[in-house]
């Protein structure tokens, strides 16, 4: 099993960017990657949509062998992630805007965070400002249309930046020195966030903390791939040669993309 590749999945591109965090930290791992596209965004689905789409992509991934899965999708987290966790015997990691990181980060007590609807709306989300916000306050901020254009490769230009600004003056305005990245499509739009910021705006996403804890649950479990990796195996449930196109803007790496019989 050490040798099986690792499941990841998102509603889309947007988990690309937890993808590459894990290829950077974990180099022998052999990687499968499904961005359920046709179903994009998932934070306007309902949670039992997305558990379902969860389930059958989780089916699927188990199918090519993944000895793991990782959701890189902070609405399918929120929705799906303990179903998934009942329904399969092997490590399942998930995500979960950085509320902790950006509680401890902030300078002035208030913290902004950039999500979709879904996850803003979520049980697991009100119960993470629970555990961690403490006195901070927490100012959310949905972002509607922003994670489409990501979808098409648009990381820049006067469309993003006209959202980007509606969403980011009121968090501004309210005193917000720290923003959270509270979806994986939103760390490929990070430079022309720090473009428009302040520069004493933090941002922060939880990227590179989930390739940890992966890497955490592989050694403990005795999963650990010896390397060398394999290439990385591609799949989309909506428009492939879109995904051609866009994912060597996003991995800027040659790969094959699949249609998803899902």
């Keep these: 099993m050490n040798d099986a590749p690792v499941g990841v999945f998102d509603s889309g591109v947007g988990g690309l ?10 180099p022998n791992e052999s990687l499968l990657y499904v961005a359920d596209s046709g179903y994009v965004p998932y934070g306007e689905k309902s949670p039992e949509q997305i558990r379902q789409r969860s389930r059958a992509i989780a089916d699927f991934l188990l199918g ?15 929705a799906a992630v303990n179903d998934l966790r009942s329904l399969y015997d ?41 555990r961690f916000a403490g006195s901070v306050k927490v100012i959310t901020q949905p972002c509607p249309g922003l994670v489409e254009l990501i979808e098409q490769g648009e990381l820049q230009g006067p469309r993003i930046e006209a959202l980007l ?27 022309v966030l ?27 479990a005795n999963l650990l791939a010896a390397g060398p990796s394999v290439a990385e195996r591609f799949w989309t449930s909506g ?24």
């Design 239 to 262: 428009n492939v040669e879109q995904m051609r196109n866009v994912l060597p803007v996003l991995w800027k790496h040659d790969a094959k993309v699949e249609w998803l019989p899902v």
């Design 64 to 78: 090519q062998g993944a000895k793991t899965l990782v959701v890189a999708c902070n609405t399918a987290t929120a």
């Design 165 to 191: 600004r509606g969403f980011t003056a009121p968090l501004l305005a309210a005193g917000c020195d720290t923003l959270i990245l509270g979806c994986t499509h939103y760390p490929f739009i990070r430079g």
């Design 90 to 130: 092997l490590p399942i990691i998930g995500m979960e805007p950085a509320v902790k990181p950006a509680a401890l980060a902030t300078r002035s007590g208030i913290v902004g965070v950039l999500a979709t609807t879904g996850t803003l709306q979520s049980a697991k989300f009100a119960a993470l400002l629970d």
């Design 17 to 26: 960017s937890v993808l590459r965090e894990i290829r950077q930290q974990l």
């Design 194 to 220: 720090q473009h428009l910021l302040p520069a004493e705006v933090n941002l922060i996403d939880t990227g590179a903390a989930v390739a940890r804890h992966l890497h955490g649950r592989l050694a403990d």
